[in-house]
């Protein structure tokens, strides 16, 4: 638990001295203060709200589906351009830890090479969700004593972010622990970001080709990597209150972070530094 | 000393057997035997010196007995346990040569980091960590600075700190007094005494030849990968030979001691006689004494480590070819 502990606390360490942390932490409160300053809601009878930006009212609306949408966007955003950003962020992170002079030292330490790398791979997640939480309840918060709408699918919104993120640094570990590049790393996980929403249009994909082997690796590919786009719909549904469809997005992204993950672990170990 | 007790039968801190590391480029179709079957048997409580040339294979083999390069084939131990069980390195404080310590950590920081990597619990860290700061002469301005901002000389000393921490029973250190100046040399070699004297195995690989003779009892030296010669640096530098000196001797004596041994000469009466074992110049005294021969002196010609060490890697060792 000590070196557990130990590793998750270097890599909050790093983070800060990289200053990705600092630079999160400075947009997510900077989107916090328009929330809490800039953006007016009058809430008229309990149902109906008013909203104001910079002092510009926009038309009367339903409170709850002005919260919802205003929600999904921040969601959204969260979920693709945050999750970019992570992604570059913490590739650096991960393979840090690979450097010549480094890793030898903290190979010599009575800690398994799993451990290690689960413990540096679980402070990376953490180091990402605690801005995305900050960012997500903040906001909730906001929100909720400004208009009393306190509806729960923001928050399981932003659980399901920290999930895609957790699944797309486990591509980074295995990239890192393969190539020790950061730079390789993220141009990998950039590209499963780009493919997966077109990959998501399957149903057209499959119209659009004209032999059978192609629209199997359109299948095959699809089934495989993780479904970044199809998740976002699911966020989206979450935070309006409608019903998920198929969960099959998310269990099958887990079960590609598991095995990159582990596949990564087990490279890891092999591996002579 | 140690925190961590583990039940060692063999006696021996480090034993390898036939280890071996190949390193192949598959796309270039060659192979490097970067470590060639070395068997070495370090006992425990020894201070012992690797030596070798750069590129002889030593940086490889410390590597494998800590784990961080799997070996081709062979075996390595650490108190009897396979170096490949992260358990072994319960016991092992190690300071790799080319370190890179992250230069966010401050000198503390960085203690309480790799102490905690160590197994040691939160309240012994913050009780020896300024014991151990103090111990490798950083003084307490120092312990809140970032490790970005050391000197060479201050990293060495933290990299020992780091490695002394946990009171491991083996100490594994790759070139220790590397950027050190000499007052700071001598400061490390005064800790590693004290160590030793607490009977923790201390493993050295330094190039700095007087260093290693001035501390280490035993010496291998590993050359292009293979085990060239190992043995305590006492008898190692004593092969230089033994040299006779008496006076008085018959000239017919003369003759016959001047076939058996390596070189003489007889100056103003003085005959100086020089043998490459301890058995011929035990004979020489013998046949002198028994012809009532003066005996003026006795003595070992030592060599330094340095010589012995530059004779070793001048020789091809068995079985290297040059390409």
Excluded at chain 2, 2 to 20: P, Q, R, V, Y
Aim: some cysteine; aromatic content about 8%.
């Amino acid at each position: 638990m000590n070196a557990t502990l130990a590793l998750i606390r270097d890599t909050f360490r790093e983070a800060f001295a990289r200053r990705i942390f600092w630079g999160f932490f400075g947009c997510c409160t900077a989107l916090l203060l328009f929330l809490i300053f800039i953006l007016r809601v009058d809430v008229v009878q309990g149902a109906l709200a008013t909203i104001s930006i910079f002092g510009n009212s926009l038309p009367s609306t339903n409170v709850e589906n002005l919260v919802q949408q205003t929600q999904s966007v921040i969601a959204m955003v969260l979920y693709f351009a945050g999750m970019a950003l992570s992604v570059f962020a913490s590739a650096g992170l991960v393979s840090s830890v690979f450097e010549p002079g480094r890793i030898e030292l903290l190979l010599s330490k009575p800690v398994s090479r799993t451990h290690l790398l689960l413990g540096r791979y679980a402070g990376n997640v953490l180091v990402v969700a605690a801005n995305i939480l900050y960012l997500v309840v903040g906001s909730w918060v906001i929100f909720g004593i400004k208009t009393g709408v306190w509806g729960l699918g923001f928050l399981i919104s932003s659980l399901c972010t920290i999930f895609v993120f957790s699944v797309l640094l486990a591509a980074i570990v295995l990239v890192g622990v393969i190539w020790d590049s950061a730079a390789v790393a993220i141009m990998v996980t950039f590209a499963i970001m780009i493919l997966t929403p077109i990959l998501a249009q399957k149903n057209t994909l499959e119209r659009l080709l004209s032999s059978e082997w192609s629209r199997d690796v359109v299948r095959v590919l699809y089934y495989t990597l993780p479904k970044t786009s199809d998740i976002s719909i699911i966020i989206r549904h979450l935070i309006l209150n409608q019903p998920v469809e198929s969960w099959m997005p998310v269990w099958s992204t887990g079960l590609f972070g598991i095995a990159v993950l582990g596949l990564g672990l087990w490279r890891f170990n092999k591996r002579s530094f | 000393m140690s925190g961590f007790a583990i039940n060692n039968k063999s006696g021996f801190a480090i034993e390898t057997e036939g280890l071996t590391r190949v390193f192949r480029n598959r796309w270039a179709n060659t192979e490097l035997r970067a470590v060639d079957n070395v068997s070495l048997q370090v006992p425990e409580g020894c201070t012992f010196g690797l030596l070798g040339a750069n590129g002889a294979g030593k940086t490889t083999f410390v590597k494998m007995l800590l784990s961080s390069v799997h070996p081709t084939s062979g075996t390595a131990r650490i108190f009897g346990r396979h170096a490949q069980d992260a358990s072994s390195r319960r016991s092992v404080g190690y300071l790799p040569e080319n370190h890179r310590f992250p230069t966010y950590m401050t000198g503390w920081g960085m203690l309480d980091f790799y102490g905690a990597l160590s197994g040691m619990d939160s309240a012994s860290r913050k009780r020896k960590i300024p014991e151990m700061l103090t111990t490798v002469g950083l003084d307490e301005r120092a312990w809140h600075t970032r490790l970005g901002k050391y000197s060479k000389g201050m990293l060495q000393r933290v990299g020992l700190g780091q490695a002394m921490l946990h009171a491991p029973r083996l100490l594994v250190l790759d070139e220790p007094s590397d950027g050190v100046d000499p007052v700071g040399r001598k400061q490390i070699r005064d800790v590693l005494q004290a160590l030793e004297q607490q009977g923790v195995t201390i493993f050295l690989n330094s190039h700095l030849l007087a260093e290693v003779e001035l501390f280490c009892h035993d010496v291998a030296i590993i050359q292009k990968g293979k085990l060239s010669l190992s043995g305590s640096v006492k008898d190692l530098t004593s092969s230089g030979g033994y040299r006779v000196t008496a006076c008085e001797v018959p000239e017919a004596l003369i003759s016959e001691l001047a076939t058996r041994s390596k070189a003489h000469s007889v100056e103003h009466g003085l005959l100086e006689l020089m043998f490459s074992t301890r058995e011929q110049a035990n004979s020489a005294v013998d046949s002198l004494r028994a012809n009532q021969c003066e005996i003026e002196s006795l003595h070992a010609i030592r060599s330094t480590l340095e010589e012995v060490f530059i004779r070793t890697v001048s020789e091809k060792p068995e079985g290297v070819t040059d390409k």
